[in-house]
């Protein structure tokens, strides 16, 4: 496969300010003419290069008369256009869209048209450029059966629509704002819609509407309030208005990620989209609001303001993420919102940029930028925007982003216009800190406290480990804050202070203790840093119980646990009663915020305790975590009981408080189970029984899918008889037995794929079952190696049907290195017969090719 370098990046020869489509819509085959107006951009003459994926042109016209000066070069068509500065090139294909099983392009799911075009999808419905730095005003024109296709959507704004002949019908649309190809977007098809209102700040109606499938539509509530809460944030915090007189959602089953923010037109996974307290958890309803908004908060961050290449994409993705990860801190709790978004970043990000995929968060290079949608891209990318908003504080670095979207709105940006915008607004020196777009690894800062007399200090040495292709790292610039506290009740403190690291080595001035102090450092996560700091004995229990930073608090628990866990998973007994004594403290404080003491009180991941130890041992942390917890649970079993005794908030219930008080009682139940009482099956399943909503339903069928009762056989049961006939909540049936605990979960995912309900049409089906899977850390690993296998004939199976998604499964195969030789044989072993298939999507050579480095 063909490496692409960032550094070779060359404008474009021709712009194509204006594009007309005109789409003849069928299922199985629909006629595309694509007229581009192209004007010549380069000095030197150059040839039209289009790029196309799967097309045959059928016909090609310069200003309206058959041309035959053109030659296809693989699937790219090249216009000769002599020395003209100008034409209209138009070009018809035909093309087969239920036979699009890779859903980028144009394709069919459950009779309805759609489209995905990022990143290179528009290449297979037109040939064109397709690079972003070409914006074009769309006019779209689409025809087809009535019957069949009743609502013909596409960007923008809808000019004129009528009646054809043979009961077909067509709709004129026009986009106004020029954009890139990849957030051009159509749909046609059977769907019913929820419209509502939004006046924007400057006083203009916009037309809400939200299309799903006739039956669906009780479940678009809660997305619709989502994008009006979007709409107002985003002017209220960034001066963000919305620009068209319509934003319509389209949600579709069938679909490769999240979502897509497509000009006025953004495309769903129904996952994202349809929720009702009966069908989706506390967590479904969050992840709705919170990918509505992402996408919504891209019209700016995205669309107006676009990439200039894909070595960009953290420009739009890492900021955007930054901004719905700050509205749903805004819309619930933010303590826990951080701890939430934390906890992914360690879950994803960082295995990611210790493993032989590591990347920075602009890439220097790739072969398929599909695979480049990484949680570094993403997460990392927001962690990025986050310290430069932290280091500006809130009215500078509001200053920086007005800058940046008055300075680029209409044009294709790179990330280095971001940070300029970011120290022309800020008035700030972010020289050093551009190195976070350049190098990769995850940073550690080793802390050591020093003292002369009474004064005591910090010494901060940062490393920055080698990645792939980068040996040798310089410091990074980051934001620490810090707090320091007195443990012996007088009350002495360093308050919340912010220090700027810059250099590897960095003493902090804390101030006078008359002893060693308590330390709270990163608190809120104020950079995406790995801290090793020796702690004092009672230190970190002290923290956790009097931190005035609930995140710091947080941390100061997990820490312990942690410590804990890792002791025992090398044969040391230590610090037990000390985590049962801190989760008991915490646990006082259940009525006052039980989301956050939910949280808190969680024992860490087996997958974060695993990326503590040198080689895993996914036995051993199984076991020990399970004991670990089985003793908690014991030791506070009447606190655990009492939690759920009192009765569940009503499930339509959707407040905060709510919400956290229903996590609590699943946390308590999951204690209460490991704890190994005789009545917990019984128990479980009364609440599963009872349950008023998801929430409640899910959490005690996951309690029981880890054991062996009667009760969870009966309960999968009654599940799967209820939910059949829907997908979302058929892929929760999925998922629950993928994450179970129990010793034969290897074999019963391997029956669970030859089940009657899983498809490997469906990406959702393959990532309920397969993704949480490949997430089950014991299972996953299971020392013959039938875990690797089992995955391994996954993508092999998919790859010819859905390269994006098969490419998406290998990285956990990738992590070998972090284990031992028996299992690194093993894993290494189906990636190379991964690599040995004929034919295989240059998505899964990239990725099985480089994790085997
Ligand atoms: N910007 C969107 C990315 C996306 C995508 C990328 C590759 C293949 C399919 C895709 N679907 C959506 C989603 C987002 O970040 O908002
Ligand atoms: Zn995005």
């Known amino acids: 496969p063909v490496t692409i370098h960032r550094g070779d990046y060359r404008p474009p020869e021709w712009q194509i300010p204006d594009i007309a489509l005109d789409f003849e819509l069928g299922i199985e085959a629909t006629r595309v003419t694509a007229a581009l107006s192209v004007v010549r951009a380069a000095a030197a003459p150059a040839p039209l290069l289009l790029r196309g994926d799967g097309l045959t042109p059928s016909a090609v016209r310069v200003d309206g008369a058959v041309w035959n000066d053109w030659r296809l070069e693989g699937s790219d068509l090249i216009v000769d256009l002599g020395d003209r500065q100008a034409a209209t090139v138009e070009v018809d294909a035909v093309i087969d869209p239920s036979a699009n099983t890779q859903l980028m392009g144009l394709y069919a799911s459950n009779g309805m048209l759609c489209t995905q075009c990022e990143a290179e999808g528009f290449r297979r419905i037109a040939f064109h450029p397709d690079r972003p730095d070409v914006l074009s005003r769309y006019r779209v024109r689409m025809a087809g059966d009535k019957a069949a296709f009743p609502i013909l959507l596409s960007n923008g704004n809808i000019i004129e629509s009528g009646e054809g002949e043979g009961g077909t019908h067509w709709a004129l649309w026009e986009d106004p704002w020029p954009k890139p190809s990849y957030l051009f977007a159509l749909v046609a098809g059977d769907l019913v819609v929820n419209r509502d209102r939004f006046t924007t700040m400057s006083g203009r109606a916009v037309e809400l509407g939200i299309w799903v499938r006739a039956g669906d539509l009780d479940r678009t509530h809660h997305a619709m309030t989502a994008l009006k809460h979007s709409m107002k944030w985003d002017e209220e915090v960034y001066g963000r208005e919305y620009d068209l007189d319509r934003f319509n959602i389209v949600a579709v089953s069938d679909f490769n990620m999240g979502a897509m923010e497509n000009k006025g037109l953004n ?236 250099d590897v080595v960095q003493r902090i001035p804390l101030g006078r203790f008359t002893a060693r102090p308590a330390l709270s450092v990163n608190r809120g996560f104020s950079a995406p840093v790995i801290v090793d700091y020796e702690r004092a004995p009672g230190e970190l229990a002290w923290l956790a119980a009097h931190d005035d930073d609930p995140f710091a608090r947080y941390e100061a628990l997990q820490q312990l646990m942690l410590d804990t866990l890792v002791a025992a998973v090398s044969g040391e007994a230590k610090g037990r009663e000390a985590v049962i004594g801190a989760v008991a403290q915490t646990l006082t404080g259940a009525a006052d915020d039980p989301a956050f003491v939910a949280e808190a009180v969680l024992l860490p991941s087996e997958a974060f305790i695993g990326d503590q130890m040198v080689t895993v041992d996914p036995d051993a942390i199984r076991r020990e975590r399970l004991a670990l917890q089985a003793a908690i649970g014991a030791a506070l079993e009447r606190e655990w009981r009492a939690i759920l005794a009192q009765a569940a908030p009503p499930a339509t219930d959707l407040t905060p408080a709510a919400k956290g008080r229903r996590r609590l009682r699943g946390v308590a139940l999951a204690y209460l189970a490991a704890s190994g009482k005789g009545d917990v099956p019984g128990l479980a399943f009364a609440i599963f029984s009872n349950a008023d909503g998801m929430t409640e339903r899910q959490a005690a069928l996951a309690t029981l899918a880890h054991g062996d009762s009667d009760e969870r056989a009966h309960a999968l049961d009654i599940f799967y008889q209820r939910y059949r006939d829907n997908p979302l909540v058929l892929d929760k049936w999925f998922q629950v037995q993928a994450w179970s605990q129990r010793a034969d979960t290897v074999a019963a995912v391997a029956e669970l794929a030859r089940h009657a309900d899983f498809t490997l049409a469906n990406p959702n089906r393959v990532r309920a079952l397969y993704g949480a899977f490949a997430g089950n850390q014991a299972a996953f690993h299971q020392a013959d190696g039938a875990g690797y296998r089992l995955l391994a004939d996954l993508v092999i199976a998919l790859d010819p049907r859905n390269p994006q998604t098969a490419a998406r499964m290998i990285p956990p195969l990738g992590r070998w290195k972090r284990f031992d030789e028996a299992r690194q044989a093993l894993m290494k072993a189906e990636l190379e017969r991964i690599l040995a298939q004929p034919g295989l999507s240059r998505d899964v050579t990239e990725q099985a090719s480089k994790s085997l480095m």
């Open 267 to 502: 495309i769903f996974n129904t996952r994202y989209i349809l929720a009702d307290p009966d069908t989706a958890t506390d967590a479904d309803y969050d992840g709705v609001e919170g990918v509505v908004a992402h996408e919504y908060f891209h019209n700016w961050s995205g669309n107006r303001v676009t990439c200039r290449d894909w070595f960009q994409l953290s420009l739009k993705e890492g900021f955007t993420v930054y901004r719905d990860q700050s509205f749903s801190a805004a819309m619930g709790s933010a303590p826990v919102k951080r701890i939430e978004d934390v906890r992914v970043l360690r879950a994803a990000q960082f295995p990611e940029d210790a493993g032989p995929l590591a990347h920075p968060i602009r890439p220097d290079s790739y072969q398929e930028i599909s695979n480049f949608y990484t949680a570094t891209v993403y997460n990392k990318g927001a962690e990025v925007i986050r310290m430069m908003a932290t280091l500006l504080g809130p009215e500078r670095f509001r200053k920086g982003t007005d800058l940046y979207f008055a300075r680029h709105d209409g044009e294709a940006a790179t990330c280095e216009d971001f940070v300029r915008a970011m120290e022309e607004g800020g008035d700030i020196d972010l020289s050093q800190f551009r190195r976070w777009y350049e190098q990769a690894g995850t940073p550690k800062l080793h802390l050591a406290l020093a003292q002369e007399g009474e004064d005591w200090f910090l010494d901060v040495t940062q490393t920055v480990p080698p990645t792939p292709g980068q040996d040798d790292k310089a410091p990074m610039m980051m934001p620490l804050r810090l707090a320091a506290f007195a443990m012996d009740g007088s009350g002495a403190a360093l308050p919340d202070t912010l220090a700027t690291l810059t």
